[in-house]
T-cell receptor, first 112, second 112 residues
């Protein structure tokens, strides 16, 4: 996690938008991912973006990538209580790409 | 059909014991991984296997040894367990090193 940083907590009201931010350090990253972990469960891939893209939208999810600033964000529109979970940002590194580095995770709390 | 399955789901054992955690994937993926998630939910890669060849060992103590009898299995063997080994261990697989990983449900190891 030293190379991929996220804020640890985010609290939003149901129906609002959530924005989870992530910064990374390796400019050679080829893929950037968002994973969701619900209590007692494994990680599930939510979405991913290629490093040559700026934005990707998938239903309620919007991923924005600022490659110059090495900043990745995940926006969840119309946040629901079922969205409460830990969200991990991850980058897949350079040559060979055998190493995927995860951030420490952002805990999203959705208040009804 | 479970894509990546780990057994056992929970493991409680005494210090000094030797234990194994099994992992199987039925996705036909070429690369498998073991991750350790600590109490703060920090996720760190331990091993990566590609075609039965160890690719990465992230300064993990040599008490931990991955064993891959075939492409679909990557088991984690731990010798002389210590209190600090208590964590959730996740197995994962991916088609290749740069695509998204699919995670198992995790094995919660508690060393007493």
């Amino acid at each position: 996690g030293e190379d991929v940083e996220q804020s640890l907590f985010l609290s939003v009201r149901e129906g609002d938008s959530s924005v989870i931010n992530c910064t990374y350090t390796d400019s050679s990253s080829t893929y950037l991912y968002w994973y969701k972990q619900e209590p007692g469960a494994g990680l599930q891939l939510l979405t991913y973006i290629f490093s040559n893209m700026d934005m990707k939208q998938d239903q309620r999810l919007t991923v924005l990538l600022n490659k110059k600033d090495k900043h990745l964000s995940l926006r969840i529109a119309d946040t629901q209580t079922g969205d409460s979970a830990i969200y991990f940002c991850a980058e897949s590194r350079g040559t060979g790409g055998f190493k995927t580095i995860f951030g420490a995770g952002t805990r999203l709390f959705v208040k009804a | 059909d479970t894509a990546v399955s780990q057994t056992p789901k929970y493991l409680v054992t005494q210090m000094g014991n030797d234990k194994s955690i099994k992992c199987e994937q039925n996705l036909g993926h070429d690369t498998m991984y073991w991750y350790k998630q600590d109490s703060k939910k920090f996720l760190k890669i331990m091993f990566s296997y590609n075609n039965k060849e160890l690719i990465i060992n992230e300064t993990v103590p040599n008490r931990f040894s991955p064993k891959s009898p075939d492409k679909a299995h990557l088991n984690l063997h731990i010798n002389s367990l210590e209190l600090g080994d208590s964590a959730v261990y996740f197995c994962a697989s991916s088609q290749d090193a740069s695509t998204e990983a699919f995670f198992g449900q995790g094995t919660r190891l508690t060393v007493v």
